[in-house]
């Protein structure tokens, strides 16, 4: 069975701890969502477990292999990650970013053979982006964008998913839809691992919550077990009452 | 919808080239050379017979390696360009504006007025290629690279002011040792005195600098996504860098051990190129090089004719056309993330 198993791990800027002596384990074929206040450190974990930040003690294991002694283009067939912040560079055609998907496939001169052609094809269609596929990137709005990054990590073909915050800036319809989307992922057997900042968004998709506090696990559990009175207040230092969500039937903030 | 026109584009600039070429290396001579005579001359050099006339020889012996330089010259400082662009992901980064051809020139005048004595028995190369490793060095870790974040900005000024900095010094160090004429105009970039002995230096770097310029145009196209997301890909964003950086230290000291510091070249090209072909650096990197080699050729030309019959360095005439191309781009060009 492919896990996730971060064991110990302690990451530090020169001035600041961000992670101490850190430890989990996140099962495959879930949702997970990192959660916590600002500068908890979720996004250093999610950062360290794309091994774009390489931390100073621990390690993190997938299927039982340190990421970070793994060969990085090998590593990237098994996990994608999308930034915060991807740059989305000038002049290229939406189906030219998908196809960037494929790097870690294909030759080393960014060829496309047939078979991945096909695959970025699929990756456009189940993005719904067939119709924007020869449209410059930039011309792009805000939600159409993300979905073309989504769809590049769609023909990257991982079994693990990464999201950093993949709902900023984006108006609530647009929330909702790329939502939706990371759900679809999921049940296509894609394991995803989101960093998220609306706690009811992320009870009502996502599987499994790790709530971090200064770099530490504060509880990690299914929304039910984690969303508590308790937990918020000990956590993000709000008052709140817990109710059940009328559509999805999954707990609720309500600040007080 | 994107359009590209790579069919015409790159004929074009083959033209450019071939025609920049021709003319230089016959046009703006007190000796009266005609394209025939280059014909001639190019015939000759694949079967060599004995009856060549006076022309040709000059062709052969003076124009041929002198033109060859500037356009191989021109090539090495587009592609330098080009890749500094990518791999700072900033598109006012070239060989002059960061200080990179100037710490080359600076070195190597060193070495050349004993300051360095150790390295004055190796060839020119070395010098330079330490020259510009330092200055580079020093722009990437001032820039923001100690932090692991580049600042576009903070570069760039680092870049001025480390070029300013070093040239005041190249020119105090000649002053000093009471250096000819000959040694202030291959300090403003310039093809006097340079044959085909020159030429041998320069084409084995050449050509190593583009294939592995070509080599990493992909990866440099994963890393304008963003490092985080390069990474990713399984691009491994230190790594293209630190490779990339060897190219350009290649491509800028290979020149500069040659022609001395050539500006303009590395900024304009690859900005015109990408206006033209666009930012693929598949597509960009062999346009950038015929486009730069072109470029040099013709302003080889341009040289000659400026105050004819005496020259002008070659760098002064990039700086001429160059200064007045950019302000036009940087006007007409939104301001594009690289």
Request: proline share 4%; with cysteine; net charge neutral.
């Amino acid at each position: 069975m492919a896990h996730l198993d971060v064991k110990n791990l302690s990451f530090r800027y020169p001035e600041k701890n961000i992670l101490t002596d850190l430890s989990l384990h996140i099962a495959q074929g879930k949702i997970t969502a990192l959660i916590g206040p600002n500068g908890c450190g979720k996004s250093t974990l999610l950062k360290c477990m794309a091994r774009v930040l390489m931390p100073q003690q621990g390690e993190i294991l997938l299927q039982g292999e340190n990421i970070h002694q793994q060969n990085t283009r090998q590593l990237s067939r098994k996990i994608a990650l999308l930034p915060q912040a991807p740059i989305s560079p000038e002049g290229i055609s939406v189906k030219e970013l998908v196809g960037y998907g494929r790097a870690p496939w294909g030759n080393r001169w960014g060829r496309l053979n047939n078979t991945d052609h096909l695959i970025v094809n699929e990756a456009l269609a189940y993005t719904n982006l067939t119709d924007y596929q020869n449209q410059d990137v930039s011309a792009l709005s805000g939600g159409q964008r993300q979905r073309a990054w989504i769809a590049m990590i769609l023909a990257q073909q991982t079994d693990w998913v990464l999201l950093d915050e993949p709902t900023t800036w984006l108006d609530i319809s647009y929330q909702v839809e790329l939502l939706n989307l990371m759900r679809k992922l999921n049940q296509q057997g894609k394991t995803i691992v989101v960093v998220l900042h609306d706690l009811n968004q992320a009870c009502r998709y996502c599987d499994e919550l790790i709530v971090l506090k200064a770099g530490k696990v504060q509880a990690q559990g299914t929304p039910e077990e984690v969303l508590t009175p308790y937990l918020l207040k000990e956590t993000f230092s709000l008052t709140a009452e817990v109710h059940t969500d009328p559509i999805s039937g999954t707990p609720c903030l309500f600040a007080k | 919808m994107i359009t590209r026109h790579y069919l015409v584009s790159f004929p074009l600039v083959s033209v450019w080239l071939v025609l920049g070429f021709a003319c230089a290396t016959v046009g703006g001579s007190t000796f009266d050379l005609r394209f025939s005579q280059l014909a001639e001359a190019l015939i000759s050099l694949w079967r060599p017979h004995a009856d060549v006339d006076l022309g040709s020889q000059l062709i052969i012996s003076i124009r041929l390696p002198r033109v060859l330089i500037a356009a191989g010259v021109g090539a090495a400082l587009a592609m330098a360009g080009a890749l500094m662009q990518g791999l700072t992901r900033n598109p006012l980064a070239s060989p002059a504006l960061f200080g990179i051809n100037a710490g080359a020139a600076c070195v190597l005048v060193m070495t050349q007025t004993g300051m360095l004595l150790f390295l004055s028995e190796l060839p020119s190369i070395i010098s330079t290629m330490i020259g510009a490793a330092l200055s580079g060095v020093v722009v990437l870790t001032l820039g923001g690279g100690l932090h692991g974040r580049l600042h576009p900005t903070r570069m760039v000024l680092v870049g001025v002011a480390l070029g300013a900095l070093l040239l005041a010094l190249t020119r105090a160090l000649l002053i000093l040792d009471e250096q000819s004429q000959l040694i202030l105009s291959w300090l403003a970039g310039s093809l006097m005195d340079t044959g085909w002995d020159h030429w041998h230096q320069l084409w084995p770097w050449l050509l190593l600098g583009s294939l592995m310029a070509f080599y990493f145009s992909q990866k440099l196209n994963v890393l304008a996504l963003g490092d985080e997301m390069a990474i990713g890909l399984g691009v491994s964003a230190i790594n293209t860098r630190l490779w990339a950086s060897l190219v350009v230290i290649v491509l800028t000291a290979s020149s500069v051990a040659v022609t001395g510091p050539i500006a303009f070249v590395g900024l304009l090209v690859p900005h015109l190129a990408r206006y033209v072909v666009g930012h693929d650096y598949r597509i960009l990197m062999p346009f950038c090089a015929l486009l730069g080699a072109g470029l040099l050729s013709w302003a080889d030309l341009l040289s000659r004719y400026l105050a004819f019959p005496s020259e002008t360095p070659i760098g002064l005439v990039t700086a001429l056309i160059g200064g007045p191309c950019f302000i036009w781009l940087a006007n007409r060009r939104k301001e594009y993330a690289l």
